[in-house]
Every structure is written in C-alpha cells, then in structure tokens.
T-cell receptor, first 114, second 111 residues
Framework: DADVTQTPRNRITKTGKRIMLECSQT?????MYWYRQDPGLGLRLIYY???????NKGEISDGYSVSRQAQAKFSLSLESAIPNQTALYFC?????????????FGPGTRLTVL | RKEVEQDPGPFNVPEGATVAFNCTYS??????FFWYRQDCRKEPKLLMS???SGNEDGRFTAQLNRASQYISLLIRDSKLSDSATYLC????????????FGTGTRLLVSP
C-alpha cells in the first residue's frame, strides 16, 4: 500500500464550487505539505504543517485553506474554485528536524476548474 | 532571477550515452540540494541528495559547486527507463525545510 495517498485522483468542477482534497499518510511523519504544479512553473508550496497545531502559509496560499485533522491527515480546500486553480496538486510528508529530510509525495490530484 | 533554474530540455540521447544536467540556484546560504525524478503525470521521487564532496549512486553522479552556485547530475550508460523529468531541488535554509523546485529537465532516451 502507498505510504501517502490522495483523494480524489481526478476532479472536474465548476467555478465557484467548494472543493476539498484529502491527504493521508502512514509514514508517521509530523510534517505535511501541499504543493501545486503548473506547466513551466515547477512545484509551488501552498501550505505546510509541522504538527497538528502548527499550520503555515506557503508562497501561494491565497484562495486556499487547510485543515490538519490528525497527524496522518492534511486536507486542502478551495472555498470558491476559479479556473486558474486548475493544476496538479501534490501532498508531501517529511520527518522532523534537519534540512536534509526527504519529502515523500502522494500520487497527486488533477483538478480542473471549468 | 529564479531561485532555481534548469534547462528545460528535452535532452534526446541514445541508449548507452552519457548525459549531464546543470542547475543554478540564487541563494548562497542554501545548505541542502537534491535531485528528484518525475515520470509523466506522476509524483516526484527522490533520486539522490547532493553532498559537498560529490556523490555517486550507480550510474548517477551528483556534484555541487558552491562558489558558482550550481549543481549537476551525470547519468552514464543511459537506459530507456531513465526517460523522465529531473527536478533540481534546493533547501533555501530559511528556518524550516523550504524546498524550492526547479521546473525540471526532460530526458528522452531512445533505442
């Protein structure tokens, strides 16, 4: 079984709809991240969380919110989706401490906003 | 200037060839460097970390040049299965593990 899972894997929605993307991990990691990937732009950090009580904005948090329901679960919400939020979204986890911890990614959610 | 810059490619090489990718980074205080591999529409996966002294893992060699602020990845004896996008990743050392991802270099290995 995959260590980092994301649901749904694909989603098509309409402008103005509320969308939630979910991420679960069985790696026992404290740190979790949400990224989006757009062609030609690379991965960009939306939000990150170091533990259940610690949530921080990344470089492109506008239009998004997150919830860390448990150590193993980190959800990303789009309160009112817009077309330029069409992208590939990845959740990632890492262990605590040090700048050399590897980040492990989920399989991604492909979101299309019409 | 982008924080992490890579040549997008694609690099088209025959099987057995040696190919090298370079990546430059803007923050001289950066401490940790990585190469990730990403297959089409899949998640990025760590290929190797890059250490100051350079490091090798089988057919893959990574080098770091702090003075010039670039890192490189050398792939020897290319295989068809090496076809993928290679992401240069730098930890900007801003107090937490902020990884900045390059846009990737695409490699196509042909028979």
């Amino acid at each position: 079984d995959a260590d980092v899972t994301q649901t749904p894997r694909n989603r098509i929605t309409k402008t103005g709809k509320r969308i939630m993307l979910e991420c679960s991990q069985t790696k026992g990691h404290d740190r979790m991240y949400w990224y989006r990937q757009d062609p030609g732009l690379g991965l960009r950090l939306i939000y990150y969380s170091f533990d259940v009580k610690d949530i921080n904005k990344g470089e492109i948090s506008d239009g998004y919110s997150v919830s860390r329901q448990a150590q193993a679960k980190f959800s990303l919400s789009l309160e009112s989706a817009i077309p330029n939020q069409t992208a590939l979204y990845f959740c990632a986890t890492s262990g605590a401490g040090g700048g050399t911890d590897t980040q492990y990614f989920g399989p991604g959610t492909r979101l299309t906003v019409l | 200037r982008k924080e992490v810059e890579q040549d997008p490619g694609p690099f088209n090489v025959p099987e057995g060839a040696t190919v090298a990718f370079n990546c430059t980074y803007s923050n001289s205080a950066s401490q940790s460097f990585f190469w990730y591999r990403q297959d089409c529409r899949k998640e990025p996966k760590l290929l190797m970390s890059v250490y100051s002294s350079g490091n090798e893992d089988g057919r893959f060699t990574a080098q770091l040049n702090r003075a010039s602020q670039y890192i490189s990845l050398l792939i020897r004896d290319s295989k068809l299965s090496d076809s993928a996008t290679y992401l240069c990743v730098v930890n900007m050392n801003t107090g937490f593990q902020k990884l900045v991802f390059g846009t990737g270099t695409r490699l196509l290995v042909s028979p």
